[in-house]
C-alpha cells in the first residue's frame, strides 16, 4: 500500500522528472496518464478492448482520468515502455489502474486494483506484471 508521504514524494519526483527531456513521449504531449486516449491512440483501443466491461465506463479505469499522474519512462525487461496510472480520487490505496504501453503504441497492458483486488487487462507474463507492480509502488524505480 501506498503512504500518503509516498504518494508526494512521488508526484515531487515526477515533477522534476519532467524538466528532463524525454524522448519516449510525444513531442508536445500532455504528460499525464489522462492524455492516453487522445496521445496514445492505438493503446487506448488496445486498452479499451481488454478492458472488462463493467470498467468501461468508470473514468479512473477506463480514460485514466481520476487522479493521473505523470506518463514515466521505465525499461521493462529491456524494453523501453511509458508507465501510466490513475487512481480513484480519495480511494487510491485501494482503487487504481496501472499500464504499461510501447513507445509505439502497440502494446499495452496492465492491471486495474479494485477495492485491492487485481483485475489484469491485456496480454501479459507473471514477470511483466511483478514489474508493472514494482513501478507502481516504487516511483524512483524505472527498471525492472
Avoid at 492524455?35 to 491512440?41: I, V
Avoid at 486498452?47 to 525499461?75: C, K, S
Avoid at 497492458?109 to 477495492?115: L, R
Wanted: glycine residues 6%; contains cysteine; proline residues 6%.
Amino acid at each position: 500500500m501506498k503512504t500518503p508521504h509516498l504518494r508526494v514524494f512521488a508526484v515531487l519526483a515526477s515533477l522534476i522528472g519532467l524538466t528532463v527531456a524525454t524522448p519516449c513521449l510525444a513531442r508536445n504531449e500532455a504528460a499525464y496518464s489522462s492524455s492516453m486516449p487522445h496521445t496514445y491512440k492505438k493503446a487506448y483501443a488496445i486498452w479499451r478492448a481488454h478492458l472488462p466491461q463493467r470498467y468501461r465506463h468508470i473514468g479512473w479505469a477506463a480514460r485514466f482520468n481520476g487522479y493521473a499522474l505523470p506518463i514515466r519512462e521505465v525499461t521493462l525487461l529491456g524494453q523501453p515502455m511509458l508507465f501510466f496510472e490513475s487512481c480513484k480520487p480519495h480511494a487510491c490505496t485501494i482503487d487504481e489502474a496501472d499500464a504499461l504501453v510501447s513507445p509505439d503504441g502497440d502494446k499495452v497492458f496492465g492491471v486495474i486494483h479494485q477495492d485491492g483486488r487485481p483485475i489484469r487487462v491485456g496480454k501479459s507474463s507473471d514477470a511483466q506484471i511483478a514489474c508493472l507492480r514494482a513501478f507502481a509502488d516504487s516511483y524512483v524505480q524505472s527498471t525492472c
